[in-house]
């Protein structure tokens, strides 16, 4: 059974600091994805990663995978407010199966 | 291009009564997909289409949910009866085929509370 788990699950950081959030998984896997959630919204995908040592960034956002190791980090640069929401990964495996989620990381960025 | 959509957004209902979700989801995507959100959890999958074909329907709780995608297209979710556990959120999301690369688009929600 593919198991997705993240950590921290809550994390509050100051305006302009960095910080990781981690994503292990426990299976061989074909995609892992990263999935924004803001209060009282839906998923919104922020980044799909395909291979090892896949990296994508998007603005202050940076993620990559490991697949050896069976993990993939979303690494926040010099956070601002509105980066505060739910960050989710998911993972799927070989073979075009569902997504399996993790719990969510709750960012809070705080002046 | 429009993206899944979902009604009705919020439903409130008493234990052992019935309920029904509707998901429309982006043109062409051919792999729709409904999810229950537990506040504070990631989604779980409840069941997955492809066409109007079923996929995976295992974690379905099959004495009380069951859902149907006529024509391939729109999708209907439904339970009865409701237990309190089934409070949460219900996401339909679709994707266009199951590509390698294919992401999947969430709609903004069905949230049940069940009193």
């Known amino acids: 059974e593919l198991k997705v788990e993240q950590n921290p699950l809550f994390l509050s950081m100051q305006e302009g600091k960095n910080y990781t959030i981690y994503c292990n998984y426990s299976?061989?896997?074909?995609?892992l994805y990263w999935y924004r959630q803001d209060p009282g919204k839906s998923l919104e995908s922020l980044f799909v990663l395909l291979s090892n040592g896949a990296v994508k960034q998007e603005g202050r956002l940076m993620a990559s995978l490991d697949t050896k190791a069976r993990l993939s980090t979303l690494h926040i640069t010099a956070a601002v407010h509105d980066l505060s929401a739910t960050y989710f990964c998911?993972?799927?495996?070989?073979?075009?199966?569902?997504?399996?989620f993790g719990k969510g990381t709750r960012l809070s960025v705080i002046a | 291009e429009a993206g899944v959509a979902q009604s009705p957004r919020y439903k409130i209902i008493e234990k052992r009564q019935s309920v029904a979700f509707w998901c429309n989801p982006i043109s062409g995507h051919a792999t729709l997909y409904w999810y229950q959100q537990i506040l504070g959890q990631g989604p779980k999958l409840l069941i997955q289409?492809?066409?109007?074909?079923?996929?995976?329907d295992s974690q379905l709780p099959k004495d009380r949910f069951s859902a149907e995608r006529l024509k391939g297209v729109d999708s209907t979710l439904k339970i009865q009866p409701a237990k309190l556990e089934d409070s949460a959120v219900y996401l339909c999301a679709s994707s266009h085929v199951q590509r390698h690369t294919d992401t999947q688009y969430f709609g903004p929600g069905t949230r049940l509370t069940v009193l």
């Open positions: 998911a993972v799927d495996m070989i073979g075009n199966t569902p997504l399996v």
């Open positions: 289409f492809q066409n109007n074909g079923v996929v995976d």
């Open positions: 299976t061989t896997s074909d995609r």
